[in-house]
């Protein structure tokens, strides 16, 4: 069975009750979670600026870093309730599947837990779907949720 599994979460309620299952799947099996979120680099064009035509970079950062850990903390929680070993990670970069399927593969994960949607929007429309991305290129498992 899979004794260490990757779940990428964006705070969705779909990532959410995949995580749900995955801490299940990890309680049953002995397994653990690694817990993984992606934070996109900073761009100016996240913020609205100071009023001068400056971003404000410090502070929108910081809130950026709090809400990651705001959505790693809520898998973390799950395992915690559930007495399932859980470490949370999370990478900086713009191409989110591949930050996924790197994660997995430098925290040893031998499963990927992911839901088959997450937050979406115009952005979806053009990236296209993340957790198609990991099926096609990860050569770990890969548990799609719906």
């Known amino acids: ?9 964006d705070g969705s309620q779909f990532s959410q009750d995949a995580a749900c299952r995955a801490v299940a799947l990890a309680k049953e099996s002995a397994g653990q979670i690694v817990a993984f979120y992606v934070d996109q680099p900073y761009s100016p064009f996240h913020s609205q600026g100071s009023g001068n035509g400056f971003p404000i970079v410090p502070s929108f950062k910081k809130a950026k870093d709090k809400e990651g850990q705001r959505i790693l903390g809520f898998v973390e929680n799950l395992c915690w309730r559930e007495g399932v070993s859980c470490r949370k990670v999370s990478k900086e970069s713009n191409v989110i599947y591949e930050a996924i399927i790197e994660a997995a593969t430098e925290n040893g994960c031998d499963l990927i837990c992911m839901a088959s949607h997450g937050r979406g929007g115009t952005r979806a429309i053009v990236l296209g ?9 990860s050569k770990i498992p890969v548990l799609v949720c719906r």
Request: glycine share 0%.
């Open 129 to 137: 779907s993340e957790t198609s991305k990991v099926l096609t290129h």
């Open 1 to 9: 069975m899979f004794k260490k599994i990757l779940v990428p979460t």
